[in-house]
């Protein structure tokens, strides 16, 4: 089987970044993480089957990374929690301003962390990480038209909150 | 529409977004988006989930860090990797796509998203022609669609009127004092061209020029990583252009050049970048003329 092109990988690498971002919570384990998960799926490129789209294979590879990095981690006395996320950028320009923001990003943070669990994961893995509605189907293994509905549901809830608690926003 | 067609609609323009689908299918769903105001309504809110999931977990602040590491990986897999390409044309639409779109999305012109990408599809890739002249002249066809572009973002109640730069890498408009509707306006190309003759950027400017008037905008664009800076200053059948790369003193390169206004494109200079030669291509129309 033909080895990826520069532009493929260049094409899958956000989305398998922002997993590894989401699931490591720092932006430079993220880029370790994925970039073993590259090197590891070019190593056995010739093994993948076809039975599966090839970003479902590069995300279970991925997922097996970061589950090897956060039994390193935890022999480190260090616990992963999946919902960690990065740093957020502080680039507002003042007091209020940040602290409106916070605010935002908090609500925001927990409304989707208050979605029904198979909202959660369709918005997750298509917005946030960016997998196309077809490779999120496959990767939580329901039918393309589900992960629509609920990706469509889990946005249509989270404007709601976002305009019930910032009305003037 | 329809429920169905709704969410069939947001899987396609969300396939879009991540640059999956071929470009007849990309070209198929931005006609969709320029013709329907509902359409342009879901993708603004398909941006705005995006954009406001996407900060508030911090993965606007590590998107630096994912550029870097992305071209480390590609870099660390080229010496093995004879079958490396550079990216296609289509792609390189829809990433430009994706970063324009977040612009209009601050601007609040999401209609504008259709009228840019029509516009990059309608570009003709390249263009060499069997003479060796690397820019082919602009065509009425595209004037036409700069056309609708501009008038996508002359918003009334803004005093002024707009410019606007369309390169590879960035699409951004702004406003000059002035009354709109009233302007002389022109299209300035300029293509840099690298010693195999290939297109390594393209910057499109259209900006409103009565003569004696002059336009500076140090970010039009990026050429291997500096910012262009770009300088027009109108006559009446002239035009004078500065071109610049790079931020400072010490690494910056550029050429001036003075061109017929509707004339056909010329090469008005060459200047060296990381040691390799560069040639600067120009033409300058009236926006409304016939050219091509």
């Known amino acids: 089987m033909d080895r990826p092109t520069d532009e493929q990988i260049g094409n899958w690498y956000p989305r398998l970044y922002r997993t590894a971002l989401r699931l490591t919570g720092s932006p430079f384990d993220a880029a370790d993480v994925t970039q073993q998960a590259f090197c590891q799926a070019l190593g056995r490129w010739d093994r993948f089957d076809g039975g599966a789209l090839r970003t479902t294979w590069l995300h279970q590879i991925l997922v097996n990374c970061v589950r090897d990095w956060a039994r390193r981690r935890m022999r480190r006395g260090q616990t992963v929690d999946v919902w960690t996320v990065a740093a957020l950028p502080q680039t507002d320009s003042s007091p209020v301003d940040r602290a409106v923001r916070r605010e935002e990003v908090q609500r925001l943070r927990e409304a989707i962390g208050d979605l029904q669990a198979g909202l959660r994961v369709a918005f997750v893995a298509t917005v946030l990480d960016g997998y196309t509605y077809e490779e999120a189907a496959e990767l939580l293994s329901v039918p393309v038209g589900t992960v629509a509905s609920r990706v469509h549901g889990a946005r249509k809830h989270l404007q709601g909150v976002m305009q019930q608690a910032f009305p003037e926003a | ?292």
């Open chain 2, 1 to 292: 529409m329809e429920p169905a067609e709704e969410l069939d609609l947001e899987r396609r323009i969300h396939a879009l977004l991540c640059g999956a689908p071929d470009e007849a299918e990309s070209r198929q769903v931005l006609h969709e988006i320029a013709d329907s105001p509902a359409a342009q309504q879901t993708l603004r809110e398909m941006l705005l989930a995006e954009r406001a999931a996407r900060a508030a977990f911090g993965f606007d602040a590590a998107q630096g860090t994912l550029e870097a590491s992305r071209a480390a990986l590609l870099r660390r897999l080229k010496p093995d990797a004879a079958h490396a390409i550079r990216p296609a044309r289509g792609g390189r639409t829809v990433g430009w796509l994706a970063r324009v779109a977040a612009g209009i999305l601050i601007g609040g012109i999401s209609a504008t998203l259709a009228a840019y990408a029509t516009v990059r599809i309608m570009e003709h890739p390249s263009p060499i022609s069997s003479a060796g002249v690397p820019m082919t002249a602009i065509s009425r066809a595209e004037i036409e669609a700069y056309g609708r572009v501009w008038r996508q973002v002359v918003e009334p109640g803004i005093e002024g009127v707009p410019w606007l730069v369309l390169s590879g890498a960035r699409g951004e408009f702004g406003y000059v004092p002035g009354e709109a509707g009233a302007e002389r306006l022109l299209l300035v190309r300029c293509r840099f061209v690298g010693p195999g003759n290939e297109t390594m950027e393209t910057v499109n400017l259209i900006l409103p020029a009565e003569p004696g008037s002059r336009l500076a905008l140090p970010d039009a664009g990026l050429l291997g990583g500096r910012p262009v800076g770009y300088e027009v200053a109108a006559g009446t059948d002239w035009a004078a252009v500065a071109l610049t790369v790079g931020q400072t003193a010490q690494d910056s390169a550029g050429v001036r050049g003075r061109v017929a206004i509707g004339a056909d494109p010329v090469e008005v200079g060459e200047f060296r970048l990381n040691g390799r030669p560069v040639r600067l291509w120009l033409q300058v129309v009236p926006f409304a003329g016939a050219v091509g």
